[in-house]
């Protein structure tokens, strides 16, 4: 085991390094640089301009300037927003918790839908409602996500006047949890949507294969109600592949937040990324990307050592 | 002789796949569907006469009738021009960045596949990496140093979308590669090329059309998103994701549906239709496999 989760510990290093060096060379060859802002005085001098350059270090080799940026960002500063001259850290760190509140909160809602559909097409496989939920699947995944969430505020905010269209609460001064919680509904449904039909595919595939197991048989042959054999015997086998979906649904479920973050002015690192686009705030865009990939990384692994755990067959393949 | 015999037999498994493909209902209906839309998107605006791009001075925001089914815009522009040439850079979008996704990622997977080795390893390690990341974020970030325009967002959209080519063509190169008419090829003294040509890509390459029905649905989603945030197609061209995008303002949105619901309707039956088809193309190839 220990072994298992060296390899992997490994591999999630060498995949970050291989990331940072991608990021920091794009980042290098786009255009616009932190001096930008200084040109737009037209009174600047040439020799105040190198000046600049060489304190902020851009006169080194671009190998140089790489180990630097490295170096600050294992000590987890991100350098300086171009726009606002604050910290990125600061300015992610500030937005991150309300994005792990908006994925993990659809991420939460996909598999109470999902996985009891997925047993249930499992368990009458090939029937009316098997064919439905199936075609249903299709069609959820069909939708994009920007689509709902304009037609969700379209429907229950501006005709119906239940939820509130935007933002994380009403006003800055009461904060409650309700109001929270009424702000979280359309985008959480919104992004649980783009989940829901990769969930149920794996239930329900999972589910079929472990319930034409010998021990299936055993159970049954033995006497026990269905439901039993389903909900006690088979369910914890199925259940365990739906551990790696939620390793490879991270990088969706990031891509999907940007968009349904921007579509109700959720305020996380998704509407961030997109406005420090719009303004080509570099340092802003790569902090983001890099503190995504670490994220992602660190669920991957520890879906990986979880599997490792619960099916001890992947720690040898 | 061989090769008639050959070709008679290729033709034969083809037919076979249409004929189980026919019996598909909801790909049917999906190829159906796919070819109205098809119909209305690059012959519809030709047989009309449609003009996106010009302003009807004066008319803005003008109502639904009459010559225009649809409406104006808030620039006096024909709303069903929009949508139908909005239609049209969706697909054509989506078909060519899947195109450049199949020039990197099957001959990546067909080499990885085939001579193994530390070839195999560096594309298969690459092809984890790119499954591991969000390729949004990815996407933005190349869209905002290149820049954003419909040719730039069909490329990184296809660069983007290259393992997935190449894991698909790597386990069937994988497989196929074992069986015995590839070992008599070679036994006969056959060149690498030509056992490539010959025996291991028409036998590796049936699933490949799966994916490409699935890598188009979702690049036309990608460059969808992307327009949507401003990041993809540029405007005065049309897009469906630039029309929702244009109409994200709290009066458009509240009171003018009619801007907005069309063009998300119609992406919704693009893909839709897309991934049908793709659905009932993977049961008639093979029912077991997993795509």
Not at chain 1, 67 to 78: A, E, R, V
Not at chain 1, 90 to 96: D, S
Not at chain 1, 141 to 148: K, T
Request: hydrophobic share 50%.
């Amino acid at each position: 085991m220990a072994k298992y989760i060296v390899r992997r510990l490994l591999l999630g290093v060498l995949t970050f390094f291989g990331i940072t060096v991608i990021v920091f060379f794009m980042s290098y060859l786009a255009p616009g640089s932190p001096l930008d802002y200084l040109l737009a005085d037209p009174t600047i001098s040439a020799e105040e301009l190198t000046r600049r350059a060489a304190q902020l270090g851009l006169d080194r080799p671009v190998y140089v300037q790489y180990f630097s940026w490295l170096g600050q960002l294992l000590q987890g500063n991100l350098g300086f927003s171009y726009r606002t001259y604050r910290s990125v850290t600061e300015m992610i760190g500030e937005r991150l918790g309300n994005t792990l509140l908006l994925t993990f909160s659809s991420l939460f809602l996909a598999y109470l839908v999902a996985i009891p559909i997925g047993i249930h097409s499992a368990r009458k496989p090939y029937s009316t409602s098997d064919f439905v939920s199936a075609a249903g699947a299709l069609v959820v995944m069909a939708l994009p996500g920007f689509f709902v969430g304009m037609f969700f505020i379209y429907l229950f905010s501006a005709k119906l006047g239940w939820l509130p269209m935007s933002g994380m609460y009403s006003s800055n001064a009461s904060k409650s949890v309700l109001d929270l919680l009424s702000h979280l509904a359309m985008p959480a449904v919104c992004l649980a949507m783009q989940q829901i039909g990769n969930v149920m595919r794996q239930m329900r595939s999972s589910m079929l294969e472990v319930l034409s197991e010998d021990y299936i048989r055993t159970a049954r042959s033995e006497g026990l109600s269905e439901r039993r054999v389903v909900y006690t015997h088979a369910l914890r086998n199925a259940l365990t592949p739906m551990v790696t979906l939620f390793g490879s649904s991270l990088p969706f479920l990031v891509g999907g937040a940007v968009v349904t973050e921007q579509v109700f002015s959720w305020p996380g690192i998704g509407g961030l990324m997109v406005s420090s686009i719009t303004t080509r705030d570099y340092p802003v865009i790569i902090g983001i990307t890099v503190v995504v990939a670490v994220a992602v990384l660190v669920g991957n692994l520890l879906v990986d050592i979880t599997y490792g755990i619960l099916d001890p067959k992947v720690r040898y393949s | 002789m061989g090769m008639i015999k050959k070709q008679d037999k290729a033709r034969s498994y083809y037919a076979d796949v249409f004929q189980k493909f026919r019996r598909h209902r909801m790909a049917m209906v999906g190829l159906y569907v796919i070819t109205l839309v098809l119909l209305a998107v690059f012959v519809l605006p030709l047989l009309l006469g449609l003009d996106p791009i010009t302003s009807t001075r004066g008319k803005a925001f003008l109502l639904p009738g009459g010559e225009f089914p649809l409406g104006l815009d808030g620039l006096g522009r024909d709303n069903l021009a929009r949508l139908l040439y909005g239609g049209r850079t969706s697909i054509q979008v989506g078909l060519l960045s899947t195109a450049v996704s199949i020039l990197i990622g099957v001959p990546l997977g067909l080499c990885a596949g085939y001579f193994r080795g530390w070839f195999e390893a560096l594309v298969m390690r690459l092809v984890d990496i790119f499954m591991s990341f969000p390729s949004m974020i990815l996407i933005l970030v190349l869209v905002s140093v290149v820049g954003p325009s419909i040719w730039s967002v069909t490329l990184i959209i296809g660069i983007m979308g290259w393992p997935d080519f190449a894991r698909i063509i790597y386990g069937n190169v994988l497989s196929v590669s074992q069986k015995e008419y590839v070992e008599g090829a070679r036994a006969v003294g056959a060149t690498h090329p030509r056992i490539i040509r010959d025996y291991i890509l028409p036998n590796a390459f049936s699933p490949v059309l799966v994916t490409i029905t699935y890598r188009t649905a979702s690049a036309i989603l990608q460059e969808a998103a992307l327009s949507y945030l401003g990041m993809g197609v540029q405007p005065p061209a049309a897009s469906l994701g630039n029309i929702l995008n244009t109409a994200q303002s709290l009066t458009t949105l509240t009171m003018r549906p009619w801007f907005w619901m069309p063009p998300g309707i119609l992406l919704v039956l693009i893909v839709l239709s897309i991934n049908f088809i793709g659905d009932g193309m993977r049961d008639a190839l093979d029912p077991k496999m997993k795509v």
